[in-house]
């Protein structure tokens, strides 16, 4: 962000706080707690109104100990909700994505390549069987699309706030409330709220240092309350820079949030938050098992030897990728991603009355940027053997979400609506590479020749119109019994237009028209009942659909419709329908000081799955997307928390799934036998366990989680091994010094034994059986981090 904008982003906190001093409540009407300092460990997090829709478990935590090891359970909640909050983001490493946190969660997988989780291709996050594109995820009410990487409607939780700033993440794991903004949360919903501002003026500042050269910085300065009626705001900064653990290249990302909340009268208020974040990233290289047996673990891109890039192009290969089965298909010169993005949110939290509420939130944001890939598969005009593919893509997306509470006797009824208009772009180019000897392609994160570009594959422009409907009761019969039914109508229009198109490259004309995803009734009933002080049963029953994906052609990311030839595209479009589901899921809660357990049994049932069909290897794969029909899981969970000793805390949790199949998928070249076959990507049963100690200014953690085999093809005849990772940490608070207070030292372990294990899977899509060319990619050995912080 330049100096400019800075400025700019000042001159709008300045008038906000002149027009809130104009219009904001006197102080005598604000209510007696306003300026109370806050000590929960959420208590910093995003509030909701007194009559907000389950209020209790979504943002009111019901037990958050100083010394929790994981999970916060949703005590009062209708549905499983489970929180993280910031005590237990404070284990891992500042700048982790609060998305790999939640890896502790029962029926969760998360996987990375990095340490971090920062490195968005290899982002991958499941529950309960369902991928992140069937998932929901917002951020202060702000949709966050269905952070699949390329996002055509939103953008990583790591790229909309700072981890730093999260004050905690509510996860529904079987199915999101009716009014969670997303069109895709078919299995359940994250929720991350952002910490509000400090009512005292100060700041906080940390340095992380570690393995592969990492520096991380992070500051936060607060105003503390700016007049009477408490207007206040923050702006905070971090910036990443680490290297690749294995190979050249690094990932860097910059970041800037803001924060402005204003107090009303009645407990209202008007909060505004900010964020733009910078990232530049380099690929892993994606690992086949032929590759992991013959090479092992290492292989990596040339960059920055473009000299063995060139060479690798001409058939020349050194004697350790000469092992592979395929040695110009095991390394490139490089990959690289590249991200600007621009998020902001206004919402106005209007307690009407003392029972009707009214909440609107105004949202923008936008995105732009590219990525690169060297391919040896496209030579360039001026005799060079390899060239540069790039891909431009782009968000501009608005829109709003309002909604009343009316809390009236034993009932309190939600109604609102959501909108959002999205436009997203995206260009396929190729580059030309220089002849060796005349110049090399550097570093392909600080952009591309323009100016070499010698194809344009296709260029595509989508829009999408989508307006959903909600409403639901929340009714408290007794007090030991309360019911919240509900449904919700959603409809999603989507089209693209073909700008540009080779077909002499593509080999076919690219899919273009418009799809419409849509359901009027999609209903959702759960219900809570407090049989016993502190023990709890709760069922929740739920219809889903999500709508149609977009990305374009050929690129693999995505199950949409529009990766497809026209031919395809046109085949399928009438009768192609969203997927959808039914939920169910029930079970037991108990909540004590001493004890926290949780236990659910769960049933899904897909119709209309729809799955990326890729055949021969990820460079010139053959993709369909097809409805593969329905799939069945059924499965159990159960988590424990143990406080058996003041500072201690032991958590255990297990779950089971099993998801397979219901028919044979017919292709063209024949039946597939999926029927009956697990769903590739995820484990059967995961095993999870955090010991927390803290005494005085002294606190410790290990951690480890237990994962069973995952298919890699949809007739299971390969697989990724189980494993079993451990993490480490401790942190240790020195108290004050002059003006900086909390001094606090922090080092971290990750993976540590050391564990060899495959990560990420399926990030080019599933073949039906063992080809060859099945990719994954290796998740990082074992890292050291430390972190010194501190607030003033």
Do not use: C
């Amino acid at each position: 962000m330049t100096s400019r904008q800075l400025l700019t982003f000042s001159s709008i906190i300045s008038s906000l706080v002149i027009i809130s001093n104009a219009y904001a409540a006197p102080t005598s009407s604000r209510p007696k707690t306003l300026r109370k300092p806050l000590t929960h460990p959420l208590a910093a997090g995003a509030a909701s109104s007194p009559t907000s829709p389950q209020s209790t478990p979504r943002h009111a935590r019901a037990i958050a100990q100083g010394n929790e090891a994981v999970t916060v359970f949703g005590r009062g909640s209708t549905r499983q909700m489970t929180s993280v909050t910031r005590t237990m983001m404070q284990q891992s490493v500042p700048g982790t994505s609060p998305l790999k946190v939640l890896s502790q969660l029962p029926g969760v997988v998360y996987q990375s390549a990095d340490p971090f989780g920062a490195y968005e291709y290899s982002s991958q996050i499941f529950m309960r069987g369902f991928s992140q594109s069937q998932l929901g995820f917002t951020l202060d009410d702000i949709p966050l699309g269905d952070q699949q990487f390329n996002n055509y409607n939103g953008l990583a939780v790591t790229r909309a706030i700072i981890s730093d700033n999260v004050g905690g993440v509510d996860v529904s794991q079987g199915a999101g409330a009716i009014d969670v903004a997303s069109t895709s949360n078919l299995g359940g919903a994250i929720e991350t709220h952002s910490l509000d501002p400090s009512h005292k003026r100060g700041g906080s500042i940390g340095q992380t240092f570690g393995s592969n050269s990492t520096m991380r910085t992070f500051v936060r300065l607060e105003s503390g309350d700016l007049n009477p009626t408490g207007t206040r705001f923050y702006v905070s900064y971090a910036r990443l820079n680490e290297n690749l653990w294995k190979g050249a290249g690094y990932d860097h990302s910059d970041q800037v949030n803001a924060k402005f909340v204003q107090p009303l009268a009645r407990g209202s208020s008007v909060k505004v938050f900010f964020d733009w974040s910078s990232i530049q990233q380099f690929d892993y290289q994606d690992m086949t098992m032929n590759w992991l047996h013959t090479v092992g673990p290492n292989l990596a891109n040339y960059y920055p030897d473009y000299t063995a890039a060139y060479n690798a192009a001409l058939g020349q290969y050194s004697s350790t990728v000469l092992k592979t089965n395929d040695p110009l298909d095991a390394a490139y010169y490089a990959g690289t991603a590249n991200r600007v993005d621009y998020l902001g949110g206004v919402t106005l939290d209007e307690n009407l009355t003392s029972s009707l509420n009214w909440k609107t939130t105004l949202y923008g944001h936008g995105d732009s940027g590219y990525s690169t890939w060297t391919t040896p598969y496209m030579p360039s005009p001026n005799g060079a053997p390899l060239s540069q593919r790039v891909q431009t893509p782009g968000i501009a997306r608005g829109g709003f979400q309002t909604a009343l509470t009316w809390k009236i006797g034993r009932h309190k009824l939600n109604a609102g609506i959501w909108y959002e208009y999205g436009n997203f772009t995206e260009s396929r180019y190729f580059t030309e590479a220089p002849v060796l000897g005349q110049g090399t392609l550097g570093n392909p994160t600080t952009g591309f020749p323009g100016d070499k570009i010698f194809a344009t594959p296709w260029q595509e422009a989508f829009s999408t119109n989508t307006f959903v409907f909600h409403l639901q009761d929340t009714y408290k019969i007794t007090d030991t019994l309360t019911v919240n039914a509900g449904f919700k109508s959603m409809i999603v229009n989507s089209g693209n237009s073909v700008l540009t198109q080779d077909v002499a490259i593509n080999g076919t004309q690219v899919a273009q028209g418009r799809l419409e995803a849509s359901n009027a009734f999609l209903p959702q009933v759960s219900a809570i009942w407090r049989f016993l002080p502190r023990h709890e049963l709760f069922f929740d029953v739920s219809h889903n659909m999500r709508s149609f994906p977009l990305d374009g052609y050929g690129t693999n990311v995505s199950a949409t419709p529009w990766t497809a030839s026209q031919a395809s595209f046109q085949a399928t479009k009438n009768t192609l329908k969203p997927e959808t589901d039914w939920v169910y899921e029930g079970g037991y809660r108990y909540t004590s000081p001493i004890v926290s357990a949780l236990a659910s049994l769960y049933r899904i049932n897909f119709s209309n799955r729809l799955q990326l069909i890729t055949n021969n290897s990820g460079i010139n794969p053959i993709t369909a997307v097809q409805n593969v029909g329905g799939v069945t899981t059924n499965g159990a969970e159960a988590s424990v928390t143990v406080r058996p000793l003041e500072g201690l805390s032991i958590y255990n949790s297990f779950s089971y799934a099993h998801s397979t199949y219901d028919q044979n998928v017919a292709t063209s070249s024949g039946v597939e036998p999926t029927r009956g076959k697990l769903v590739p990507n995820y484990p059967q049963f995961m095993y999870k366990a955090n010991v927390t100690y803290r005494i005085g200014g002294f606190d410790t953690h290990v951690d480890g989680i237990y994962m069973s085999h995952r298919q890699l093809t949809y007739t299971n005849d390969l697989h990724a091994p189980g494993y079993f990772l451990m993490n480490f940490g401790a942190r240790y608070n020195f108290g004050n010094a002059g003006p900086l207070k909390g001094i606090t030292a922090a080092f971290n372990i990750y993976n540590l034994t050391n564990k060899t294990y495959i990560a990420t899977t399926n990030e080019l899509g599933n073949n039906f059986t063992n080809t060859g060319y099945n990719y994954f990619l290796m998740g990082a050995p074992r890292q050291f981090f430390g972190t010194i912080s501190a607030s003033f």
